[in-house]
């Protein structure tokens, strides 16, 4: 049955609307696998579904939207274009505010009567995989069974370093992780670090007694070991960020760097400027200056929580944010209104074409994957 129509029953039926073919197309669709069972029942089940059916049901249709979007995705931008389209609250629900009820596979049959089922052309979310040049230059492509002195290999996508206490001479060790990949590092000071896609941690294979200090680019989620006598020192570019203890986020992919506290306390020069940051700020650097932000901490944080979290963003960034997690090329055409804002919120693990679904339904654009590029164009 295709998801367009499936989709529709199971909104009429949690709307009471079902006419008796329609109850008998869904429960044939229910007694085909267990598993169409097991998410039908999932749905009915969610409290939060069911109250967005339920005022959805019971109240004006242009009301009801803004309170699913309200109860879902706080200061959200509306998207007129589904407004009035009941079918939307149901997709938005499974496969944005409900953390993915991913109801179907994307198979094709040989024939009408064929059991065998390939998958079509699709893209995995980022995966765990770095590389890493130690001191003396070496390069490691890390997985759980490398063998490199000082450093070892944790559970899948993370690696512990240690130092060695009769070493003199400080080299610099560097981990990059690619497009599509994280990785996560445990310094010898116990501070943990975790990269996201396209992004670089450089740290001296031994700290100096009276600072500890790495250089990073791209993005990097930091749980930094408090040591008042050693301050942790993250650079990048002109910005520097001296803390002694906290949890904090970088992100140094553009030129606008943007830090984000989660916890304690950080000190952020720029160039000129120096500005103390306390817990839920968000600072950007843009020219000379720091900027507070009005962003929400957990759209900062959401890449750590595999998130896509989208308040009030452009086509553009909805597009970086793509590109970065599954590796594609992204082409918009030229007549697209690149102003119009989104909000929302996608599972980074869920499957790209997924995720392009999703974002079909809810900006009446169509995205289109063609091996590893994605076309946007109007619908």
Request: hydrophobic share 35%; proline share 4%; charged share 25%.
């Given at each position: ?141 890390l997985h759980p069974a490398a063998d490199i002195n000082g450093f070892t290999p944790l559970t899948e996508g993370s690696l512990q370093y240690t130092e060695d206490e009769e070493e003199n001479t400080t080299g610099l060790n560097t981990l990059i992780t690619p497009e599509a990949a994280v990785y996560t590092i445990f310094l010898p000071d116990g ?189």
């Amino acid at each position: 049955m295709e998801r367009n129509r499936i989709t529709n029953l199971i909104l009429k039926h949690q709307l009471s609307s079902l006419t008796d073919e329609e109850l008998d197309e869904l429960m044939s669709w229910l007694r085909e696998k267990p598993e169409n069972e097991r998410v039908f029942s999932d749905i009915c089940n969610n409290k939060e579904l069911t109250e967005a059916f339920s005022t959805f049901n019971q109240a004006n249709p242009d009301e009801a939207w803004d309170r699913v979007l309200a109860n879902t995705t706080p200061a959200a931008t509306r998207i007129p274009y589904y407004r009035h389209t009941a079918a939307a609250v149901l997709v938005a629900f499974l496969l944005i505010c409900s953390g993915g009820y991913y109801l179907w596979q994307k198979q094709h049959t040989n024939s009408p009567t064929a059991n065998q089922t390939f998958t079509t052309l699709d893209l995995a979310p980022a995966k765990t995989e770095a590389r890493l040049i130690t001191a003396d230059g070496a390069e490691h492509n890390l997985h759980p069974a490398a063998d490199i002195n000082g450093f070892t290999p944790l559970t899948e996508g993370s690696l512990q370093y240690t130092e060695d206490e009769e070493e003199n001479t400080t080299g610099l060790n560097t981990l990059i992780t690619p497009e599509a990949a994280v990785y996560t590092i445990f310094l010898p000071d116990g501070t943990k670090a975790m990269l996201n896609a396209s992004s670089s941690l450089e740290f001296p294979s031994k700290f100096a007694n009276n600072q500890r200090e790495v250089k990073i680019t791209g993005e990097v989620y930091f749980e930094v070991t408090s040591n008042p006598s050693r301050p942790f020192i993250v650079q990048s570019g002109d910005l520097k960020i001296k803390v002694l203890g906290t949890k904090f986020n970088i992100n140094a992919y553009k030129r606008n760097k943007r830090i984000a506290l989660v916890e304690g306390k950080v000190q952020v020069e720029h160039l000129a400027k120096s500005q103390t940051m306390f817990p839920n700020d968000i600072l950007i650097t843009r020219g000379d200056d720091l900027i507070k932000s009005s962003k929400s901490i957990d759209r900062e944080l959401s890449w750590v929580d595999d998130l896509f979290f989208f308040e009030k963003d452009d086509l553009h960034h909805i597009s970086e944010q793509l590109k970065l997690w599954y590796g594609v090329e992204i082409e918009i055409a030229p007549n697209i209104n690149q102003n119009v804002l989104y909000s929302g919120k996608i599972s980074r693990q869920a499957m790209l074409t997924d995720v392009l679904d999703i974002l079909n339904y809810l900006t009446n654009l169509k995205f289109k994957l063609n091996e590893k590029k994605i076309t946007i164009t109007m619908n």
